[in-house]
């Protein structure tokens, strides 16, 4: 296994600079997401830490060792990429076989490597077929099952299920849930998907424009985020977001709406001071319809759209300080709010999150 120190990395073309300074850390046996809008560079830093890409400053080690100038061959590493990249020509065996032929091992243990692969990935059936008899979750198993004969320390997906369709992306990501619990190897996994992200990181770094916004597992990326970026980005629907001015900063903050509707929340007495500009933050399914004992904290607001997804319902409402409506989730069996129809919003004080104007968390008290 290899632990990885990202530490000051950067990337240039020229003068155009593409990853700034990033600074992390990835233990031994970790599986760690790399995820963020296409063009942020996360994919980019994989590359460099691949060594397909030429490091333009700082350090990378891996397994303690500084890696800066180690020709990929020696990083004691595989990659498995968006594109499965089998030899057409070649069996399924043959294509698992082929880096271990290359290295020169005996027969016998290329063939004993291979079915060990075979039989973690469940493809041992598929051996003498060729990639045009597979369908695409069956390629893509035996490209990880390439990576996989050769033992590496660390093991780098590059967005691996982008080519598959909702069904084969669920049953993937589960296979390779499974498959670091039973290597307990390194992995890096790169993807847009938020979804990927929370169901497969142990942690979770979210990328911007070439830099690190947080850090953290999926509990806290979505429980706690560390700015507006993180909070719009990890969450379906997004966070709700509600333009408000602190209206007291001595106790518990509170805030005003654009309509003077006042609300609690359980941010740090002292967070932001009085008047300032900030941006109030609630989750769909934390913000509900309000009842009769639901003091305080009430947002009035109009249905424009309803959607119903068998369990639940997505109600969106225009209301006051959003450009946007606001979505919550709503049990499916409660009586259904009609488009055109004033409703009652409860925000729950403790579900609040509040983002200054430059989009930071305040602290909870």
Do not use: W
Request: proline residues 6%.
């Amino acid at each position: 296994m290899a632990a990885l120190a990202l530490r000051q990395l950067a990337k240039r073309y020229g003068d155009n600079a593409v990853i700034h300074g990033v600074d992390l850390d990835i233990r031994d046996g970790e599986f760690v997401v790399f995820v963020g809008p296409s063009g942020c560079g996360k994919s980019t830093l994989l590359r460099m830490i691949a060594g397909l890409e030429e490091i333009s400053g700082g350090e990378l080690h891996i397994g303690g060792r500084l890696a800066n100038h180690v020709p990929p061959a020696r990083r004691d590493l595989a990659m498995v990429f968006q594109s499965y990249a089998l030899y057409p020509h070649m069996t399924v065996y043959d294509n698992m076989a082929f880096a271990l032929q290359l290295a020169g091992q005996k027969k016998d243990d290329i063939r004993a490597a291979v079915q060990r692969a075979a039989d973690v990935l469940q493809i041992g059936h598929l051996l003498a077929r060729r990639p045009k008899e597979l369908s695409g979750g069956q390629r893509q198993r035996v490209a990880i099952g390439r990576a996989i004969v050769r033992q590496p320390g660390l093991f780098l997906f590059d967005e691996p299920l982008s080519n598959l369709d909702a069904s084969l992306r669920v049953q993937m990501r589960m296979e390779l849930a499974r498959l670091h619990a039973q290597l307990k190897t390194t992995m890096i996994y790169v993807t847009h998907d938020q979804v990927e992200a929370m169901t497969l990181g142990e942690r979770i770094v979210v990328f911007n424009g070439g830099r690190i916004e947080q850090v953290g597992t999926p509990r806290e990326l979505y429980n706690a985020p560390a700015n507006l970026f993180v909070a719009g980005f990890l969450g379906t629907p997004k966070m709700n977001r509600i333009g408000a001015t602190v209206a007291g900063a001595q106790g518990p903050l509170q805030v005003r709406l654009a309509d003077g509707t006042p609300l609690a929340t359980t941010m740090a007495a002292g967070a932001a001071q009085d008047g300032a500009l900030v941006t109030v933050g609630i989750r769909p399914e934390h913000l509900r319809v309000a009842a009769d004992g639901d003091a305080g904290n009430r947002l009035a607001g109009v249905v424009s759209h309803v959607e119903y997804l068998g369990d639940q319902l997505l109600v969106h409402a225009a209301t006051p300080g959003t450009t946007d409506p606001i979505a919550l989730r709503h049990p499916a069996d409660s009586p259904v709010p009609q488009p055109g129809q004033a409703i009652e919003l409860h925000l729950p004080p403790g579900s609040c999150h509040v983002f200054d104007a430059q989009g930071r968390a305040l602290v909870r008290g």
